[in-house]
């Protein structure tokens, strides 16, 4: 085990517990998948179920059983502060518009960072019981299986990703990047889920995943599966993204050299 990660008092590691959280909230979600449920709004576009809440609940009473200290940042909830320098970063439904409208398209997202350093991401898709799990230095997986990112060298070969978010500006911008490429790209999807996104792309479903527009729920798990897998995660202007990165290229060295330099052509 990495000796960096912290062991449960259940004796356990963080991924395993980490993947049990995910499971628990995964069957909730599905138990409530295109049946009755609550929505709110957070702003214009941005919703919660109370399906969300259910699921945030679910996940950080077994993390806070299993690890007392630890921190907290998650999507629906304000932030915990901890003591033992471990922070679990916490999206319970990771595509909930695409949830609360019946698009089966989204997930769990949990990571475990120890200041700015990620140590563990899980990304669970209930609906194809996907788990897209890494743990630092040890590479990234689906279901056990071994992922890479894309092999494709160019821009050009690739199938892009991208989502707009919730900020009307930034969407708008986002818009116009996709827009750019066009038609010089394969094709183009626009996921409805960012940590979903990151996942495709670390196993090369996506060639290409942007957003500019992202919180640390959003990006901290599949950025450590990006990295893990083989590749690059930067801001739109190239500089390497951390967890609180707003923006985000994601994709192989390869691609991403060409996608900067198209960029800088561009103007």
């Given at each position: 085990m990495m000796k960096d990660l912290p062991l449960a008092q259940s004796g356990r590691g963080a991924l395993e517990v980490a993947t049990q959280a995910a499971g628990k909230a995964g069957r909730l979600i599905m138990a409530h998948f295109q049946g009755e449920m609550r929505i709110e709004y957070k702003g214009r576009t941005d919703i919660?179920?109370?399906?969300?809440?259910?699921?945030e609940k679910a996940i950080i009473s077994l993390l806070r059983e299993e690890f007392p200290g630890s921190g907290f940042i998650t999507e629906e909830s304000e932030d915990i502060a901890g003591d033992s320098g471990y922070t679990w970063i916490i999206d319970p439904l990771d595509g909930t518009r695409n949830y609360a409208y019946g698009i089966p398209h989204f997930c769990v997202a949990i990571a475990l960072a120890r200041g700015e350093e990620l140590l563990v991401g899980i990304i669970y898709d209930p609906l194809r019981e996907e788990l897209f799990r890494t743990e630092k230095g040890k590479g990234a997986f689906r279901n056990d299986v071994p992922i890479s990112v894309s092999r494709k060298a160019t821009?050009?070969?690739?199938?892009?990703?991208?989502?707009m978010g919730y900020d009307a500006e930034r969407g708008q911008e986002v818009l116009e990047v996709a827009s750019a490429l066009w038609p010089?790209?394969?094709?183009?999807?626009?996921?409805g889920s960012a940590a979903l996104g990151l996942a495709y792309a670390a196993c090369a479903r996506l060639d290409i995943y942007l957003h500019l527009s992202l919180?640390?729920?959003?990006?901290?798990a599949g950025m450590l599966l990006i990295e893990e897998a083989g590749g690059v995660v930067t801001e739109v202007d190239g500089k390497l993204a951390s967890i609180h990165s707003k923006t985000v290229i994601a994709t192989s060295e390869?691609?991403?050299?060409?996608?900067?330099?198209?960029?800088k052509e561009q103007g």
């Open positions: 919660v179920t109370d399906v969300d809440l259910l699921a821009v050009q070969d690739s199938l892009v990703g991208f989502d010089g790209v394969q094709s183009v999807r626009v996921m919180y640390p729920w959003d990006l901290a390869s691609i991403h050299e060409d996608f900067m330099r198209r960029r």
